[in-house]
């Protein structure tokens, strides 16, 4: 891309940085909590989108990922005294990474709608496993657990307070969105997208397309781990709600409203989603899903493209 | 020619390897039946390395048919092929890629909504960086000459950022060649290349197949029959899924059986 065009995209990409970083210290306790958990939830909608807006996969399975990704980390936190904050990590990335390599070895074989409802049925799969397994996870219930200290071994040990917390989840969110937007330009992107376009030819040209795939699937499955650590770590509970196929149901909103491919989008999306019912659950209490369906359907009939989809060629250069 | 010292910076050396004379294909007993149907009857075909050689026959012959079996998205019923002497009979296309054969479609097979030159950079990548994740596309510069190079080749050179969409049929068609070429194939499948050029257009891959056989062996099957007696140093016809005829272009013309189920048609 061009010099200038280079600038501009870091120039606002700090800008937006900064504002976030400066967040908490303006917000009041509720929206400060509330940025945070936008962060997490684009987190979960940014891992979605390296298959639907790059390999062309649309996933509905991405609550098995982010819900594995809490048990996961319940497991260090509860198994593991005093708890740690980045074996909770850890484990969550090995739970999700399981569950991740089961679904993408099966799904991959399929393509299209096929591949949705494989990935839907192995999410409510795990969330049936999760739900009537009682003894080990809780059941309906689900679990609780402490929230570990904010800890680099051997320098500091400090309780998360609700401004750390959010530095904390921005400084892996921001990491993430780096780490994903120089995957989706490596040459491995570039075969993903290939795939989305022209799958045919992709193999033709001598891509072992269904290797592609399960890459694709896992790596997004680990992001999705990544956000359902964070959550577990925010809310100090793992809970079978989280596995149920609803959440992935939300995942794909987020993508189509934000606008699929841009990686950013969807964290856009998931943020006008999230305010939209908090907006109107204020009013409408419990009806809100109503006009948040209205405005849904309105946005996917004049803007198909997602609120940044006119971006999406800059946002990949 | 301007394009020639590009182009052979497009071509593996191991391409010119194992002597005019060596065999690159050949087919035994291949068959593909579709339930009752036979499109390939026992088909024995052999291909010497550096020839190019076209493939006739009335539609329904078994051409592209044929085409499939080689490039592995079809499995032969019975028979196998081999490619330089290995047999690679069912393996899926991607290997058959690796292995060295390369093909373009009858009907255009491009990726649209990517630019000229990336069409052709995602087929040099197949070789080399495939599964490299943390390193910009862009960093790997032995990838952009070379797709830069097979631009050039197949004449689009100044093409290279427009949107191979927004590309003419003719331009389309050649884009289609060129990421066959991208992919460093020491057999190179041409389905049609020429279907639905203009005249001017048609000359021009003409003279692209001419410059590009220098260094591999090309197949080609073609209805324009002027395209198939300029290029081609042998033809094959094909029908009812069986070899018919083989030889040189003027033995082709004369020889009675072809003149009957097809030239004269």
Redo the contacts between chains.
Sequence with gaps: MSARRVVVYWTAFSVILALLIVAPLVLPEFWRRFLTEILIWGLLAMSSDILIGYAGMVSFGHSAFFGLGMYGAAAALLLVKPPDLWLAILYGLIAAAGVAAFVAYFATRLRDIYFAITTLIFSQIFYVIIFTWTEVTGGENGLTFGRPALAIPGLFSVPFTSETLHWFVLAVVTASYL?LR??T???????L??IR??E??????????ERYKIAAVMLSGLFAGLAGVLYAIQNRFAAPDFVFFLISGEVVIFNVIGGIGTLVGPIVGAAFFLLLREGFSRFFTEYYLIPVGLIFIAMVIFMPQGLLGFMRRWLNQ | MAGEPTLEATVPASAALGGASALILRTEGLTVRFGGLTALNRVNFDLQRGEIRAIIGPNGAGKSTFFNCLTGVLRPSTGRFLFNGEDITGLPPNWISQKGIARSYQITNIFPNATAIENVRIAAQSRRHGWSLLTHHRAYRDIIEKAEAVLEAVGLRGKGDEMAANLSHGEQRNLEIGIALATEPQLLCLDEPTAGMSAAETRDTMALVRRIAKNLTILIVEHDMRVVMELAQRITVFHYGEILAEGTPEEIQRNPRVLEVYLKT
């Design positions: 780490a120089r995957i330009q490596s040459p491995f992107g570039m075969v997208q290939s376009e022209n045919a030819r992709t193999r033709a040209i001598g891509y072992p397309i």
